[in-house]
């Protein structure tokens, strides 16, 4: 677990959902062309997300076959919202 600030927002819609879900992400962001890879190839990935008002992170995988379309933005306490 970790105490920094998260690096970035994580916005995922899955197969089948209305709403994106929204990673507040630690560590490094991935870049698109990551984030396609793992689509493309349906890659199960672990990243160290927090929950606001809650102390440290926890890992929270992600299978990538089942996502149609991801985003990221720059982390801001004000910046959470869902399309």
Do not use: C
Not at 2 to 23: C, F, H, N, Q, R
Not at 45 to 66: A, D, K
Request: proline share 5%; aromatic share 10%; charged share 15%.
């Amino acid at each position: 677990m970790t105490m920094d600030a998260p690096s970035g927002l994580l916005y995922l819609l899955s197969v089948g959902k209305e709403k994106e879900l929204i990673l507040r992400v630690h560590g490094a962001m991935p870049g698109v062309e990551i984030l396609a890879g793992w689509m493309e190839q349906g890659t199960v990935v672990s990243l160290q997300i927090s929950h606001e008002g809650q102390p440290g992170t926890f890992t929270y995988v992600v299978n990538f076959r089942h996502v149609v379309a991801a985003r990221f933005a720059p982390y801001a306490s004000t910046r959470i919202s869902s399309f």
